[in-house]
C-alpha cells in the first residue's frame, strides 16, 4: 500500500466553524507533513511531524492546529478561518526522520472554501 | 536560504516533441536533495525523482530523463516524445539535509501543455 489518504476531498467552512482535515498512510512512514497551496502556486511547507512529535510549525496562524494521535494518523484541526484560507492542503507522509532521506508521497489534497 | 527557480511558467508543445523543464537551484548546504514532482489537474502531486548531491550521475526512466549539473546547479528535466498525458504541472523542489524531517522548497511550477 503506498498512498496517502485525506478526507474530506472537499469541503466547504464559514468562519466561525471548526472543522478537521484528516490523512492516513498505512506504508509505516513515520514523517508526515501538512502543506497549503494557493491557486496557481507552489506548495508551501505549513508542519512537519517526525515519530508522532511536531518538529518544525512554519509560523502558522493558531487557527490552524495540527495533531498526529499515531504514526498512521495526522490531522489538522481548524478554526475561525478566514477566507484567505481557501486553498488545497495537502498531506505527506515520507519514510524516516526527513526527505533529506526520502521522497515524500502526497495525498489528493484536500480543497477548502472559507465563506 | 535556499531557493529553487523555475524560469518557464508555460510551454506548450505538439505531441510527439519533446521537451525540457529548466529548474536551478541556491542552497548554502553541501549535501542536499533535489526532486522533481508532477502535479495533473487533479491535484495530486506525483513523485518522479529524488536525486542526492553527491550521486551527479544522469538518469533515464522510459521517456523521462534527468540532467544533474552540480557547476551551474542546475536539475533540468526532459520529455522525449511528449504524450497528452504529460500535460500537467510540474515542479522541482529541493531539501536540506541537516537531520531530522524537513519539508521541501518548491519552485514556482512549470506548466507544461501538450497539444494533439
Known amino acids: 500500500d503506498t498512498e496517502v489518504t485525506q478526507t474530506p476531498k472537499h469541503l466547504v467552512m464559514g468562519m466561525t466553524n471548526k472543522k478537521s482535515l484528516k490523512c492516513e498512510q498505512h506504508m509505516g512512514h513515520r514523517a508526515m507533513y501538512w502543506y497549503k497551496q494557493k491557486a496557481k502556486k507552489p506548495p508551501e511547507l505549513m508542519f512537519v511531524?517526525?515519530?508522532?512529535?511536531?518538529?518544525i510549525n512554519e509560523s502558522v496562524p493558531s487557527r490552524f492546529s495540527p495533531e498526529c494521535p499515531n504514526s498512521s494518523l495526522l490531522n489538522l484541526h481548524l478554526h475561525a478561518l478566514q477566507p484567505e484560507d481557501s486553498a488545497l492542503y495537502l498531506c505527506?507522509?515520507?519514510?524516516?526522520?526527513?526527505?533529506?532521506?526520502?521522497?515524500?508521497?502526497f495525498g489528493p489534497g484536500t480543497r477548502l472554501t472559507v465563506l | 536560504a535556499q531557493k529553487v527557480t523555475q524560469a518557464q511558467t508555460e510551454i506548450s508543445v505538439v505531441e510527439k516533441e519533446d521537451v525540457t523543464l529548466d529548474c536551478v537551484y541556491e542552497t548554502r548546504d553541501t549535501t542536499y536533495y533535489l526532486f522533481w514532482y508532477k502535479q495533473p489537474p487533479s491535484g495530486e502531486l506525483v513523485f518522479l525523482i529524488r536525486?542526492?548531491?553527491?550521486?551527479?550521475q544522469n538518469e533515464i526512466s522510459g521517456r523521462y530523463s534527468w540532467n544533474f549539473q552540480k557547476s551551474t546547479s542546475s536539475f533540468n528535466f526532459t520529455i522525449t516524445a511528449s504524450q497528452v498525458v504529460d500535460s500537467a504541472v510540474y515542479f522541482c523542489?529541493?531539501?536540506?539535509?541537516?537531520?531530522?524531517?524537513?519539508?521541501?522548497?518548491f519552485g514556482k511550477g512549470t506548466h507544461l501543455i501538450i497539444q494533439p
Open positions: 523542489a529541493l531539501s536540506e539535509a541537516e537531520g531530522g524531517a524537513d519539508g521541501l522548497t
Open positions: 511531524y517526525s515519530y508522532e512529535k511536531l518538529s
Open positions: 536525486r542526492n548531491s553527491f550521486d551527479e
Open positions: 505527506a507522509s515520507s519514510r524516516s526522520g526527513g526527505s533529506s532521506y526520502n521522497e515524500q508521497f
